[in-house]
């Protein structure tokens, strides 16, 4: 089994045992350009997250499209992973390819509890992707009331 597929599988032990041997996978890239760390939280596996965290891994490394690991639990739902990434610095800001943003993304997939988390982090209200949508607007278009609601107070 390759590296990333133990990733995907939250197989502790041998991804330890792989990157104690070569510290060179916390920057290595699956064949679709998703990073390690990118990979285990997506994939909900806390324990891999918090040990590629722990092991160095760049919190805000983005894939191929510019995404990061927060932004892709704020459209999963992972609340619990959403306060691992930002305990350990995750960028609320940071944009992707598109422009979009965490909070963006918590807006579009109703993630109530992690934008909460991330406006208590300083997320932006105001930042826009390329549309020139910003996360309240998102949030408007999905007809999501609490969400709107969270965003302008």
Same mark, same amino acid.
């Given at each position: 089994?390759?590296?990333?597929?133990?990733?995907?599988?939250?197989?502790?032990?041998?991804?330890?045992?792989?990157?104690?041997?070569?510290?060179?996978?916390? &920057?290595?890239?699956?064949?679709?350009?998703?990073?390690?760390?990118?990979?285990?939280?997506? $994939? &909900?596996?806390?324990?891999?997250?918090?040990?590629?965290?722990?092991?160095?891994?760049?919190?805000?490394?983005?894939?191929?499209?510019?995404?990061?690991?927060?932004?892709?639990?704020?459209?999963?739902?992972?609340? @619990?992973?959403?306060?691992?990434?930002?305990? $350990?610095?995750?960028?609320?800001?940071?944009?992707?390819?598109?422009?979009?943003?965490?909070?963006?993304? @918590?807006?579009?997939?109703?993630?109530? &509890?992690?934008?909460?988390?991330?406006?208590? $982090?300083?997320?932006?209200? @105001?930042?826009?992707?390329?549309?020139?949508?910003?996360?309240?607007? $998102?949030?408007?278009?999905?007809?999501?009331?609490?969400?709107? &609601?969270?965003? @302008?107070?």
């Amino acid at each position: 089994m390759d590296f990333f597929e133990l990733i995907r599988n939250g197989e502790l032990e041998n991804i330890k045992q792989l990157v104690t041997a070569d510290p060179g996978l916390l &920057e290595a890239r699956d064949a679709r350009g998703f990073p390690p760390l990118v990979l285990a939280s997506y $994939h &909900e596996q806390y324990d891999t997250t918090k040990y590629l965290l722990e092991a160095g891994a760049d919190v805000n490394v983005q894939d191929a499209a510019g995404n990061t690991a927060l932004m892709g639990i704020c459209f999963k739902g992972y609340p @619990t992973i959403a306060a691992l990434l930002l305990e $350990h610095g995750a960028d609320v800001n940071k944009q992707n390819a598109n422009g979009a943003t965490a909070l963006i993304y @918590t807006a579009t997939f109703g993630q109530n &509890e992690i934008a909460r988390m991330l406006l208590d $982090h300083g997320a932006d209200k @105001t930042l826009q992707d390329q549309r020139g949508n910003t996360a309240t607007d $998102h949030a408007k278009m999905q007809g999501a009331p609490g969400m709107e &609601e969270l965003l @302008t107070n």
